[in-house]
């Protein structure tokens, strides 16, 4: 079976690096797990310490508009970290591709926070 996976980038404004991942780790991704999303990793690039990733899976295109209208548009979000997050990002882009369960289990698995 395969799954949508969505692959979203932040490049960050300087030196909040260490902020916004704690910020993710503690508030944003347990929020997002607390709703059933399907968080497969998150973290800094490799390449460097301005880049963030954020990797989910949806069974379908239309149950990730679903999902995340439900959760971006919901007072828990938007009176919750969403301030704290947003405003240490530059810039973000999302990409989508379908990926295998096998080949999203591998990518948990190696990128664990």
């Known amino acids: 079976m395969t799954r949508l996976v969505e692959i979203r980038t932040y490049r ?3 030196g909040v690096a260490e902020a916004f991942h704690h910020a993710v780790h503690t508030l ?6 607390s709703r059933n999303m399907d968080v497969v990793a998150y973290g800094h ?20 508009e ?3 209208d439900a959760f971006y548009g919901s007072s828990e979000w938007k009176n919750g970290p969403r301030a704290e997050l947003v405003d240490r990002i530059e810039t973000y882009m ?3 591709v379908w990926l ?3 080949g999203i289990a591998s990518m948990r698995e190696l990128n664990q926070p």
Do not use: G, I
Request: no cysteine.
């Open 45 to 64: 690039s490799d390449h460097e310490e301005a880049t963030y990733y954020l990797v989910r899976s949806y069974a379908s295109r239309a149950a990730l």
């Open 12 to 14: 960050l404004k300087p």
């Open 28 to 33: 944003a991704v347990p929020m997002l797990k």
């Open 100 to 102: 295998s369960e096998e």
């Open 66 to 68: 679903a999902e995340q």
């Open 94 to 96: 999302n990409t989508l």
